[in-house]
């Protein structure tokens, strides 16, 4: 029979818990401290999301946890209901993408299934410098047999990403299942409505 002792942080935990889809050792710390969870430029509270970048502070949808949200999903999925009711062209939010939160700016809605299509801003956009790495292998490994490890630490210094003001990709559509967080405005929409 498995040994089935409680960790210190199920003893002491108070209750406080800030939503994220992170699981590590300093998340679990920021809530065993009571204290929000900051990671890619996100600030994870227990009821919201402030983006360290822009100052904007999002409120949590939570979709798969809140019985109301369950109503909204099942109203989203059968088309009883569409996003043109909750946003407006120019209305911001944070998206799912790529098991990462990303800004999302909505420029309009497609005509027949009402997805919202925008502007994602993702965190990063990493890049390759092959011409760079090109020229350190003529320099320094001059065709000499090197060990893997070596290798692989050597060419992760070419890899490089830029600012997030620059990592924009237009025309990508926000589908109501990647809705993660929204501002106070449309969150009260949210809750006039009963979804919240």
């Known amino acids: 029979m498995a040994n089935r002792r409680m960790t210190q942080y199920q003893v002491n935990s108070k209750g406080y818990y800030n939503q994220h889809p992170y699981n590590n050792k300093e998340s679990r710390w920021c809530d065993l401290n009571e204290v929000p969870y900051a990671r890619n430029g996100y ?10 970048i822009t100052g ?4 949590h949808l939570n ?4 019985n109301n949200y369950g109503k909204l999903y099942a109203a989203m999925a059968e088309n009883t209901i569409d996003p043109t009711v909750f946003f407006k062209e120019g ?8 098991q990462a939160d990303v800004r999302f700016t909505i420029t309009g809605f497609s005509s027949r299934a009402k997805n919202m299509v925008g502007t994602r801003h993702l965190n990063q956009d990493w890049a390759f410098d092959q011409e760079g790495w090109q ?13 893997n490890w070596k290798v692989w630490s050597d060419r992760s210094a070419f890899w490089t990403t830029g600012p997030v003001q620059t990592n924009e ?3 990508k559509i926000a589908r109501f299942w990647n809705w993660q967080a929204v501002p106070k405005e449309t969150f009260l929409r949210f ?3 009963g979804f919240c």
């Open 43 to 52: 600030l994870y509270g227990p009821e919201t999301v402030e983006d360290q």
């Open 56 to 59: 904007q502070v999002y409120y």
């Open 63 to 66: 979709m798969h946890y809140n």
């Open 91 to 98: 209305d911001s939010l944070l998206i799912k993408h790529q």
């Open 135 to 147: 020229d350190y292998k003529k320099q320094h490994l001059d065709g000499k047999p090197q060990e």
């Open 169 to 171: 990709q237009h025309g």
């Open 191 to 193: 809750q006039l409505l």
